[in-house]
């Protein structure tokens, strides 16, 4: 069973710099693609950024591209999220995501929720006016 723990979360204000990273442990063969959700008070969750398995493709929600970089490191099992210029909206719960290694997650599906059999318990991102 993998099991992913997210950190780098706080309260910064509007324009501020975060950078979150996502480990994961416990998998025999490392995990496929990665991805990064969020959560606002009262909303549902929804995409942010996703990576796939070799970190060649990558995927943005509109309102994060130029902002939110993404990136990966298989060697430590490792998926971090640099966010810029960070605004009000930003603010939510921000929760990693994986894939199982042996499901192909093509870049398209990267943005889909179903694509991820893994996920953290999620770490606040507060961003002040």
């Known amino acids: 069973q993998v099991h992913l723990v997210e950190s780098g979360g706080g309260l910064v204000q509007a324009g501020s710099s975060l950078r979150l990273s996502c480990a994961a442990s416990g998998g025999a063969f490392g995990v496929g693609a990665m991805g990064w959700f969020r959560q606002a008070p009262g909303k549902e969750r929804v995409f942010v950024a996703g990576?796939?398995?070799?970190?060649?493709?990558?995927s943005y929600t509109d309102s994060v591209k130029g902002r939110f970089t993404i990136s990966r490191d298989n060697a430590k099992n490792a998926v971090f999220l640099q966010m810029i210029n960070l605004k009000p909206e930003d603010t939510a719960v921000y929760y990693c995501?994986?894939?199982?290694?042996?499901?192909?997650?093509?870049?398209?599906?990267?943005?889909?929720?179903?694509?991820?059999?893994?996920w953290g318990q999620g770490t606040q991102v507060t961003v002040s006016s």
């Open positions: 995501a994986a894939a199982q290694t042996t499901t192909y997650i093509s870049p398209d599906a990267l943005s889909s929720l179903g694509s991820y059999h893994y």
């Open positions: 990576i796939t398995t070799s970190g060649l493709s990558t």
